[in-house]
């Protein structure tokens, strides 16, 4: 996983590579995990929703700026001998407050955002580990299947080749027995005695 993801030492980032240069197994594995990954890659993500510690954080700048307002409204009511003009109080407060706003509001989207990607992208991560975990142990479930195939057909032909071999040696037991027994016969009648039979007195 640490290779898939780039994020092995440069060591051991090249003795991995110069392994799966010399190794098809491992290197059709590897490609095999990476095309998962880019399958994965195409799914369509869902929009991140606003949170609610977003309309949190401009509920509260609201409330302040209100506050501000209203209090800056009620100071010059009391202190300025005529009431000020609301137009001329917002436009006199709103370029003091408007930068502050924006740049609270713009790192407050900026957090939010940030741990809501962290949030998808470690979801993401996690659900492609454990499909990449179920594919392997697909995989040697099946290789283990293949090789106790191979096993069961190893050892059924090893029961006829023994019995080949025995039907063969039985065969041929019989035939030298035979031919022994022909030897044997051939000798007996090759004697002299049986070549030049005795005449027979009367």
Same mark, same amino acid.
């Given at each position: 996983m640490d290779y898939l993801y780039k994020e092995l030492p440069r060591k051991d980032r090249t003795a991995m590579r110069g392994h799966l240069r010399d190794c098809a197994s491992c290197r059709a594995q590897v490609e095999a995990w990476?095309?998962?990954?880019?399958?994965?890659?195409?799914?369509?993500?869902?929009?991140?929703?606003?949170?609610?510690?977003?309309?949190?954080?401009?509920?509260?700048?609201?409330?302040?700026?209100?506050?501000?307002?209203?209090?800056?409204?009620?100071?010059?009511?009391?202190?300025?001998?005529?009431?000020?003009?609301?137009?001329?109080l917002q436009a006199a407060l709103e370029p003091a407050l408007k930068p502050a706003l924006a740049a609270d509001l713009r790192q407050a989207l900026r957090a939010?955002?940030?741990?809501?990607?962290?949030?998808?992208?470690?979801?993401?991560?996690?659900?492609?580990?454990? %499909?990449?975990? %179920?594919?392997?142990?697909?995989?040697?479930?099946?290789?283990?299947?293949?090789?106790?195939e191979l096993e069961s057909q190893r050892l059924m032909d090893y029961v006829d080749l023994r019995r080949d071999l025995e039907t063969l040696a039985l065969a041929t037991q019989t035939a030298l027995q035979r031919a022994q027994g022909q030897l044997v016969q051939l000798a007996v009648l090759t004697q002299p005695e049986n070549l030049n039979p005795k005449p027979s007195t009367k």
């Open positions: 990476r095309g998962t990954m880019r399958a994965l890659n195409q799914w369509p993500l869902p929009r991140p929703r606003p949170s609610a510690g977003t309309a949190r954080v401009f509920l509260k700048w609201g409330i302040a700026a209100l506050l501000v307002l209203g209090t800056g409204f009620i100071f010059g009511r009391f202190s300025a001998p005529a009431a000020p003009d609301l137009k001329t939010d955002l940030l741990a809501q990607w962290q949030k998808v992208f470690q979801a993401d991560r996690a659900r492609l580990a454990a %499909q990449l975990k %179920q594919i392997q142990s697909a995989q040697y479930e099946a290789l283990d299947a293949q090789v106790q």
